[in-house]
Structure formats: structure tokens, C-alpha cells
């Protein structure tokens, strides 16, 4: 489904990719590890189409399409979703109202009809409350104000309510309790299906004991330095990035 | 640097000073010795001490010498050669309800106005039916909260005013519905107009004005607004007021309130159309207790200039005053606010705040914000701030990440940005006619302007 061949990258005169070769199958649940600034959210910012990255050699395609060429809504439109580290607070929009506007859009793009606001209203309220998401949350400017729960568990309902092909999540850990890290993990795992491709980006392995990978890759300096199964996280929460071969990102 | 000492406005002076002579006999009020009087103390004034210019703190960022280097066409006799009967007023009126006037070209309309049935205690009347009615009691009221010492163009709007509204609220009497004044400009108007609303609130009345200034079409004209109002014990009184005349027109707005013990007043402006626009507003806080609330809004484009100039007088104790205005600049446009505060010695436990927020769209865009704060009593809360930005970067890619194009992801956190203050009024039907000019300029209006 995802296929990164050779991809480059650079912000300024700092290359961040130095050639990251990736696949990731339909229903594959990929997760990427790796110490600090090994260029592990820049990819997710390159794949969503940032801007400020500069893409200096190699390619990117989604079923084929190429996504560099897209711009950020087209990749949208065409099943790129990020889950934020640190979702935006946008003070003056409320969330209904976003949400409705980002599905309507994405439907547009798809050649869908779009929906209604009342059954727009229905079809979020379900999906919200399945998150925990009370109407309230919905009413209130988009992630302002919001428990780092709740921007992880908006980020999750986006993502739900837009039907992507390829996840990308991006530290979805961080600024979660286990309760919620429980409810977001629920709500992700709910969203494998044989038709879906997650790329999981994290530091630890706890994340990774809520949502399981097929396959665990370790990023460094910009490459992929060492691929392996699930039982790679336990390894390195276990040894360190040692295990790999890398310094130990403690002792650095 | 050399500064010219020779009075730059004489020409235009002179101008409008043969005007006044020439039309005196056909000016409302002509007929009560007073209103000749003070038409003619008025044209003293303004012979005297001109225009201001821009060494005059308050007019620093705007220049009238550019205003009045367009020799305009005079005032229209009448109504003229607009077909009213075509024009679609639904469009510009805050909601069905309650009393509205329309001034076309700056004559009152009675065929497209509404002024029956008024509540008991509530008088509306164009102000040349006031100016002509002995009895009307608007003598003592004119000129007594912007008399001709005011700044900007109130001596030139005594001298020459043509119409607008005389507005007294009785003791007691609260009116529910916004009474709505609407200037429409017809397309093609050159001339000038110069409008004198004047309001009276008894005590504890309590009343809200809505003041739209429109244009029919695409015009190049001036318009001199001069709205007064007097506000008294205990009562309350809010205006507000849209401005989207033609964007090769003049406008020259003041709203001026004086408040007595207790009085509340509130005014927002939206401002998006003229050439060059100033909309100042002045506010005496003449009595203990008093509580007033400024607002404003200002988008400009193109080459637009837009200025939002306030004065907040605090003469009394415990007077609370809250301002906010915000502006979205886009193109080579310009804002300008200037907030100038002052705290009489007596003035104690005064409570001023004044934000000015400004968004500019892009690079050829500019804002000029000055606060002026000046205190003489010792025990105040006074802060005041100002901040200047683009779009913020990180919301427009976390917009478009979830599907939102470019153009519509701006729009959404332009209107975002500007909705703050507009959601924040009461009334339901003054708050969507505001909401109405701020989405009709988000759609690029104005610029349809030519075809209509």
C-alpha cells in the first residue's frame, strides 16, 4: 500500500532523510522506533506534505499515486491521515463544525455526496461516543482547552470519521495516562481492517503493547537500520538501542 | 525636514464655505433663527481652524488632504435620478422589526422608510422634519455632545448637515427593537453628504441603534457622519454600525456619546468599504459608574485604508471602559487604530482595557496601532496591548492534513479570527446582520461592485 523507495529529505541545509526504504502492506500495522531527531517525525510531516521539508531525492507512493506530487488536502483526499503529536488549538472554530467541513471536503474530493448537517450530527455523535467524546467536547473550539486525553481521543475520532487508507501516528503516547492511552489504543484497534496500513511512530514499547505491529523498523540518522518483528520493541525496551547497535540514547 | 506652515485646506475650506453661502436658504433649519445661527458658528469654526491635519495626534495616520483633493460634486438636491423603487432593502436591514429611516445620498426617504407605530415616549424622525418643528426639543440637543470644538469634520458637518436622525427615548421607556438607520449611496453619486444623527436617552431608557452605511452600486462621493448622542442616568444605549460603501468612496464617520451616572454604552463597528474610511468614536464618561464597551472590526483590501480611531474620557469614579478591535488586512490595504485613553484626577477605581488585534493577510499589508493612555488619578486598572500577525502556520496545515484546501482553510481562520467579536453580541438579529457583512467580505465583497 505505502511504498518509500530511496526517500531524502531536508530542512534548510539539514538533510533529515539520508534514504528510507519502507513497505507497508494493506491491514499491516508498521510501527517506527528510534532515539531523538533520528528523523522519525519529519517522515510523518514529509508523508502528510508539511511544508519546510524539502524532498531531495527518492519517492513515496500510496496504491501506486504518487503522494509527493499532491498537495497536503489532496493527500488527505486520497487516505494520508497524520494523528498529530500535538494536536492545534484553533480558538473561533468549533469542533462540529470542523469536523463537518473536513468530511465534506474529503468526501468532495472522493466524488462522494456530502452530508447533511443533521445527519452529519448522528453519524459524529456515534462515533464521538464510542471515543468517550461527550457534545460538549464537540461544541468547544477545536482542541482548545483540551486535556492532552482528549486532543489524543479528537485526533482519533478525525481519523475515524474520515475513513483513511494510511495512518500515520505520530507519538500518539505522549501526554497520555494509561486510561486514556487505553481508550485511544481501543480506538485505533478499531480501525485495523485488511483495507487499512498503519504507520505507528513511537519511543517506547507501551504503546505498542495496546496497539501490536506486524513489523517494527528502527530509525537512525535518518535511515533504517534494523527491522524486525513485534518482539523487536521488547528487545530494545529492554536493552536499549544498543540492541541494534547504536549508542545507547540514555547514555548519549 | 521642512513643514509647510501654509494652511493646506484653504482651497477646500473655501470651497464648502461658498456652499454654505450659496445654499443656507435651502438647508434644513433655516427657518428657526437657531439652527441659522449656528450653521453660521459652525462656518466660523471651520474658517478658523480648518481640518485637521496630520500633526493633530489623533489624525496621524490619516490624511484628509487626501479626501478632500477629489473636488467633489456638491450636495445632491434630492434623490435624484435613482429608481428606488428597485432598490432591495432586505439585503441591508438588521432584521423586519422596529423603526427604520433610509437616507439615500443623504436625503431622507420616506417611501422606503418606516416610522409608524412607534411605543408611547419613543420619537424617530428625520432631522429635517425636527430642524423645521419648533416643539421638536432637538435645539438644546444639538451640538451639545459634538459641539463644533469636536475634532475631525463636526464643524463642517454643522455647517452643511442635509439629514439624518433625531432620536428621543422618554424616562423609563426600553425599546426592544434596533431602530435602523441606512445611508445608501446610488451608483455613481460623487457628491457629498453630510448626515447629523442625534440621540437622546432620558433616564433609564434603553435603546440600540443600528447605523449601516451601503452603496447601490459602484460611487465616488463623501459621506460625513456625525452621530451624537446623549445618554442619561441609569440608561443604556448601543450602536452599531456597518460601513461597506464603495471602495472609490470617502467616509468620515463619528459616533460620540456622553454618559450620565450609571449610563451603559456599547458600539461596534464593522468596517469594509471606501477608498479611505474613519470611524471615530468618542466617549465622555461623564458620570459615576458608567460602563462602556468599544468594538470593532475593520477588513480591508486592495489599497483600502481603514481607520478605527477611539477616545474614552473617564471624568468620573468607578468607569469602566473595554475595548477591543481587531483588523484583516489583505493586499496593499492599511489599518489604523488609535485608542486614546484619558483618567481624569477624580477618576478613581476607573477599569480601561483596550486590545487591538491585527491579521495581516499579506505582504504589501500594514497596520498602524497607537494607544495613548494618559492618568492623572492613582488608583486605576489600565492595560492596554496590541498585537500584529499572520496566519498562524501550524493551523493551516493541520486544517489541510484533514482535507480543507488552502483557500477555504484560510477563510476559516480568517472568519475565526474576526468572529470573536461578533459572536459575542446579544441581539440575534444585529449579530447576523454583522455576520452578513463579515461573510460578504470573506466572499470578496465589494469587488462585484462594477457589475451591479
Redesign the interface.
Known sequence: MLSIKNLHAKIGDKEILRGIDLEIAAGEVHAIMGPNGSGKSTLSYVL????GYEVTAGEATLNGEDLLDM???E???AGV??A?QY??E????STMS?LR???N??RR?RGEAEMEAIEFLKFARAKAAALEIDDKMLQR?VNVGFSGGEKKRNEVL?MSL?EPKLMLLDETDSGLDIDALKVVSKGVNALRDPERAFLVITHYQRLLSHIVPDKVSVLAEGRIVASGGKELALELEEKGYAAVGLKDEAAA | MTVSLRPVMDPAIERHLSVLEKARENLPGASQAWGGDLRSRAAEALARDGFPTTRIESWKYTDLRRVFRNEFAGQAQDIGALDISALDLSKWRAGEAGPVLVFVDGHFSEALSRLDKLPEGVRVMPLTAALADGASGIEGLLGSVSPLESPGLTALNTALMQDGAFIRIDDDIELAEPIQLLCITSAGFSGEMHLRHVVALGRHAKAKIVQGHFAAGESSGLCNVVTEAAVGEGASLQIFKRQEESRTAWHIGLVQARLERNAAFETFTLSSGGRTARNEVRVQLAGEGTNAVLNGLALARDRQHCDNTTDVEHAMPQGTSHQLYKSVVDDNARSVFLGRILVAKDAQQTDARQMNRNLLLSSGAQADSKPELIIHADDVKCAHGATVGDL????L??????????D??RG??V???A??IIEAISDDAVRAWLDEGLVGWLNGGGQQEKAA
Not at chain 1, 90 to 93: D, F, Q
Not at chain 2, 392 to 395: G, L, N, R, S, Y
Open positions: 502528510s506534505g508539511r511544508e498537495s497536503i488536502d493527500r488527505a483526499a491521515f497524520l498529530f494536536p492545534v484553533i480558538p473561533g472554530i470542523f467541513t473536513a468530511l471536503s474529503v474530493a473550539p478525525q474520515l | 498562524d502556520e501550524d493551523a496545515f493541520y486544517l489541510m492534513s484533514r482535507g480543507i484546501s488552502a477555504e482553510a476559516l481562520l472568519r475565526a479570527f468572529e470573536e
